[in-house]
């Protein structure tokens, strides 16, 4: 009778009561925006072409900057541009028709062609962006001094 008794108690342990206060499984939350942002933005530079390189110098720069991370965050979860934030003026899609109007001169085609790389120019407008805020004279200047065509 007594190997019976010890055998029931086996399987029929019980586990100590926790309060679910106290546990921390009850009280972290995860903030998966940034995670998602970074594997967006490694997939996209992917798709683009860009090196392994430029891609970890591109984001190292959006994670570093709360107001460009902001909106990567968010062109990552709508596909489209906030522009709540601007230097000197310029926003994000400021700078995206720059990088579009810059591949239409390369081109020389005056238009935008199905095999133009939109997120490229998309990135491109990021790295702008970045690079603006160190250093916004030399940008501005570049802006508004045109596409470099002959005047008369």
Known sequence: MSAKRSMAGYGARRRPRTNKA?????????????????????????Y????????DDLWGDIIADDEI????????????????????????TDLYVFQMDKY????????????CNKERMVLNAFRMMIDMKADPETFVRRLTEGRGEDRL
């Open 48 to 55: 683009c072409g860009y090196d392994n390189k430029w891609t």
């Open 104 to 115: 239409n001169l390369i081109r020389e085609i005056g238009k935008n062609p199905p095999e």
């Open 69 to 92: 991370l902001n909106e990567f965050i968010y062109y990552a979860e709508n596909h489209t541009l906030r522009d709540s934030y601007s230097i000197s003026g310029y926003s994000l």
């Open 22 to 46: 106290n546990t921390m499984s009850g009280n972290i939350i995860i903030a998966t925006a940034k995670l998602k942002a970074c594997d967006f933005c490694y997939e996209l530079c992917r």
